[in-house]
Structure formats: structure tokens, C-alpha cells
């Protein structure tokens, strides 16, 4: 017999339902590769153009190489980092280098090491139209 209406809790929609998203927690180390709601999250609100966000981390590099596997329920994000820094950057596991990932809303993510053997060199990650998966070209992650 089902419950009373003065009984019934309100069907309220969560705004991640009506996307399709999860209600997951955010990753402490990559923000779950979001720009907005983190700490150092900037909002930029131009006259005539929607709001973007942006957000600059910098990860250690011996933590990240230390984050779990995506089937030893670790971060599917921090995952990406890892496999694209395992194919373009040789030898930066073990390494004391920050890890600075640049990030704006609807544009690619923009992945570099600190220090000299790998100055100047830059990963950019991004989603393909219509999809919702991210994409690293050459390693196709």
C-alpha cells in the first residue's frame, strides 16, 4: 500500500539530473578536471557572452604518480593526467616537479612540467564534439 500523500517526501530535480551527471565528489588532486567550484575557480563575466570559469592547479608530480588506478576506484581524471604524461613526458614519475594544469570552461586543458628538460613542452587535452569523453590525440585516452 503506498503512502499517504502528507507522507510522501517532494520529488525535488538536482540540477546534475537533469545533465546526466553524477553527483560524484570532486577529486582533492584534479578538481575532477572541472574549472568551476574550486577555491582558486576565477568567473569571468564579460558584457554580451556567457560566464567561463578558469582555474590553474599545480599538482605534485610524485603524488599524482601515486594516485590509484581507475579499477582501484582512483580519480578517472588524475588517470588522464598520468597517461598523457607517461607518453609525452619520459621520466617524470619519481620526479619533485609541479604539474600545472590550466583549464577554461568549454576550451582544452593545458597540461606542463616545471624544469628544464621539459620547458616549454605542453599536452593540451580536450573533448571532441558531441562527445563526453576526454581526448588526448596521439595516445588516444
Not at 553527483?23 to 574550486?38: E, V
Not at 557572452?49 to 588506478?69: F, N, Q
Request: hydrophobic share 30%; with cysteine; net charge positive.
Amino acid at each position: 500500500m503506498p503512502l499517504p500523500k502528507s507522507l510522501r517526501r517532494p520529488v525535488r530535480p538536482t540540477p546534475s539530473s537533469s545533465t546526466g551527471q553524477s553527483q560524484r565528489k570532486r577529486c582533492q588532486i584534479c578538481n575532477s578536471l572541472d574549472p568551476r567550484g574550486h577555491t582558486s575557480s576565477i568567473y569571468l563575466d564579460e558584457a554580451g557572452k556567457e560566464s567561463k570559469a578558469s582555474l590553474s592547479l599545480i599538482v605534485d608530480a610524485l603524488t599524482l604518480s601515486k594516485t590509484k588506478d581507475v579499477n582501484g576506484r582512483g580519480c578517472r581524471f588524475c588517470n588522464v593526467l598520468v597517461q598523457s604524461l607517461d607518453v609525452f613526458f619520459e621520466k617524470w614519475r619519481g620526479s619533485r616537479a609541479r604539474v600545472n594544469v590550466d583549464m577554461k570552461e568549454k576550451s582544452t586543458i593545458k597540461v606542463s612540467l616545471d624544469g628544464e628538460r621539459w620547458k616549454g613542452e605542453i599536452i593540451e587535452i580536450y573533448a571532441g564534439s558531441g562527445k563526453s569523453r576526454l581526448l588526448c590525440p596521439p595516445c588516444s585516452i
